[in-house]
């Protein structure tokens, strides 16, 4: 395998909803997401939740300049809320393209500065150094990235709306979709979009029983998310091959992950659960 055409995948956050720091979640981690996709020196960075601060930091360790392409699902505090406090957009020659959707009356780049007006946060976006372009993008969309990578979008079942995306290079892909709820069936659309893909990485945000409100639960219908077993059950219909939970519920323990890592490996052995630190190769 040639070096230069792998996809190198990292992940930097893979928590939902809040930050969880503590002494149950230091397997897995606390922070929200972010998951990096490396090919060759090109960089894309899938949400800027908590994780990206990490992320941030050993990027300015490393590298002399820093170039990304910035994919948000949806902004959401979860999935913005690190971007303040990304260093390489505080420093000058860095470039940076942030993608995602308009909301209602709210164009992209305003979505992205408003966590940053003056009573939220001291220093305002247009204070970061780095150069920063907002590029609206929707559902149904193929962006092509130097060098023959391409990233297509679609529409996630999610309140206010959401963007899954699916990066292609040399006939390898990878797919990200957080967050979404799944319907009562497999949904076409999004079996299409994720077909035969290498790896899947998925809002499994839920157990079957606490959305559907069995064993004692409330239910969680119309959340905005998914499960494990959805997760299987579309990774199977769609011939993907590996499934990556994702967006951990913030009440989930470590201990409470690796059971249902065990019982989603049992359905699905080709199922890990995402923690903080995990890289995947493909
Ligand atoms: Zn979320
Ligand atoms: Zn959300």
Redesign the pocket.
Known sequence: MNINDTMKITFWGVR??RPVPGKDTLIFGGN??CVSLEIDDKLLIFDS?TGICNLGNKLVQDKETVKAHIFI??T?W??IQGFPFFTPAFIKGNEFVVYGQNKINLNFANLMKNQMIFPHFPVQLEQMAAKIAFVEVDSGVEISIEEGITVKTLHGNHPGGCLYYRVEYKGKSCCYI??GEHYSCVDNFLKSFIEKTDIVIY?A?FTDSEYEGTDGYNTKIGWG?STWQEGIKLVKAAEANKLVLF?HASHRTDEEMFKIEAQAINEYSNTIAAREGNIIII
Do not use: A, E, L, R
Request: hydrophobic content about 0%; aromatic content about 0%; proline content about 6%.
């Open positions: 939902g909803s929200t997401p939740g699902s949806h959401h979860d999935h957080s967050d809002d945000n998310h967006h």
